[in-house]
């Protein structure tokens, strides 16, 4: 088993930058770049349980042949041809801030085929072309959404202008899945696209701080009456 807790910074092209068995990460701050291949690709089980892990990739940037556990830590996943993250087996979210960027349909932001994912804690944006399936056995409220265009602003706001999301992606995207803790129950929310923020800070993309001033409305609305919230955007069936 391996178990990083050291930071590392690297830049790989050609092959796969991490193959192991198991891996097990605990801490530290680790940034990669592939030009070919994945990014931390694990042939059993993969572990996060906390540390800053950047990963811009062609391929997958996190994958597993069986399941993925992230339990904490700030993680940003950017493919540039496949899936964000990627497990063969279930993926279970318990903790930490996830940003997950995939391609078009039918690569994903998070990708576990019609297997479990699963999310209890933390704050998970997910967009590409599609989305697996949310299990109805989370417990953190989760819309699967339409998208946006690259560098546009999408913005998740309540009736009465609480924020719930503001999030800027580098790239196109037509399905987003976010959850969080800002999602209340059996609340209405509206979808915003373009805008700006002014004074605001941000981390890989999804925005801390800052005032937005709005943009397009979106003629969806939706409601929270359940932990997961179909409005828009394409879930995968495969």
Same mark, same amino acid.
């Given at each position: ?37 994945? #990014? ?48 063969? #087996? ?6 930490? !801030? ?16 019609? !297997? ?31 998208? @946006? ?35 209340? @129950? ?43 919230? !179909? ?8």
């Amino acid at each position: 088993m391996n178990a990083f807790s050291k930071g590392i910074s690297a830049s790989y092209s050609g092959t796969d930058a991490t193959i192991v068995p198991y891996i097990n990460i605990n801490n530290g701050t680790i940034n990669i770049t592939t030009g070919a291949g994945e #990014g931390i690709s694990c042939n059993n089980v993969l572990t996060i349980n906390k540390g800053a892990i950047s990963i811009t990739a062609i391929n997958d940037c996190l994958n597993a042949e069986k399941n993925i556990f992230i339990n904490g830590g700030d993680i940003y996943a950017y493919s540039k041809a496949n899936d964000g993250i990627d497990s063969n #087996g279930d993926l279970t979210i318990t903790g930490g !801030r996830v940003v997950a960027i995939g391609t078009v349909a039918p690569e994903a932001g998070l990708d576990c085929d019609l !297997r479990t994912l699963k999310i209890t804690g933390g704050t998970v944006i997910g967009v590409g072309g599609t989305t697996s399936p949310p299990s109805t056995t989370s417990t953190v409220r989760t819309v699967v959404t339409g998208g @946006a265009e690259a560098n546009q602003f999408i913005h998740i706001e309540a009736a009465d202008g609480t924020e719930a999301l503001t999030f800027q992606s580098p790239v196109k995207f037509a399905t987003m899945l976010y959850a969080g803790p800002k999602l209340k @129950a059996n609340t209405t929310y509206s979808i915003y696209t373009g805008g700006s923020v002014a004074a605001g800070t941000w981390l890989n993309g999804f925005y801390l701080t800052g005032t937005y001033t709005k943009g397009t409305k979106s003629a969806t609305t939706f409601t929270t009456a359940s932990v997961v919230t !179909r409005a828009g955007g394409t879930i995968s069936t495969k």
